[in-house]
């Protein structure tokens, strides 16, 4: 009984943390629909042909959210966690090793002749809860904050769709419930982190795969 009870008083003080979901509606890029399941990127879908390896810089754009939006506080909270979406994308690829230059689309610099990888989306879905749900039920999914991207790697200058993803994550269970910026927060860093380890796991010559 005594385990028992801590281990419920760690679940109810740690958290869960965000888990991944099935993506919602996912969105097509240059005649790429992503359909194939992957454990770290969610759905996935390559252009034929494509090799990460010819790439050395990778820009990051802004990612708007597109999701409904009720006010002006809604909006601002949406801005805030793009913001933080993309500089966790540029951490989490700039530590993967992968990239001679990881820039965002506002400090990048072109370099004649080189192949650029450009990454941009959206921000398709964008859900805080209810902290009070979560807290007296966020161990049956009450409450769930969620959160979606659907992303697309754009060959610059050509524009030519090289590779599109779609990631989902909820959260429901964490301390008191956890707060709507806490849970998506950790939602987007998961996303940036597992994009990084899929796109190491494609370098080395890997297949998207569900286990």
Do not use: W
């Not at 921000?123 to 049956?140: E, K, N």
Request: positive net charge; contains cysteine.
């Amino acid at each position: 009984m005594k385990r028992v009870c801590i281990a419920i008083g760690l679940l109810v003080f740690a958290g869960c943390g965000a888990t991944r979901s099935s993506p919602d509606a996912p969105m097509s890029a240059g005649g790429l629909t992503p359909t194939i399941e992957d454990k770290e990127a969610g759905l996935v879908k390559i252009a034929p042909g494509f090799d990460l390896k010819a790439y050395r810089t990778v820009v990051v754009a802004p990612f708007p959210v597109t999701d409904k939006l009720e006010d002006e506080g809604d909006r601002q909270f949406a801005a805030k966690m793009a913001a933080f979406f993309q500089v966790e994308l540029v951490r989490r690829l700039k530590d993967s090793g992968l990239f001679q230059r990881v820039v965002t689309a506002k400090d990048y610099k072109p370099v004649a002749g080189e192949k650029t990888l450009r990454l941009e989306g959206n921000i398709t879905r964008l859900g805080r809860g209810s902290q009070a749900a979560r807290y007296f039920a966020g161990i049956y999914g009450a409450g769930r904050a969620r959160a979606q991207a659907d992303m697309r790697f754009v060959e610059a200058p050509g524009g030519r769709v090289v590779m599109v993803t779609a990631d989902r994550r909820v959260a429901s269970v964490g301390m008191f419930g956890g707060s709507d910026e806490g849970h998506l927060e950790e939602s987007f860093d998961d996303m940036a982190r597992d994009l990084a380890k899929f796109l190491q796991r494609l370098a080395r010559g890997e297949a998207p795969r569900k286990e």
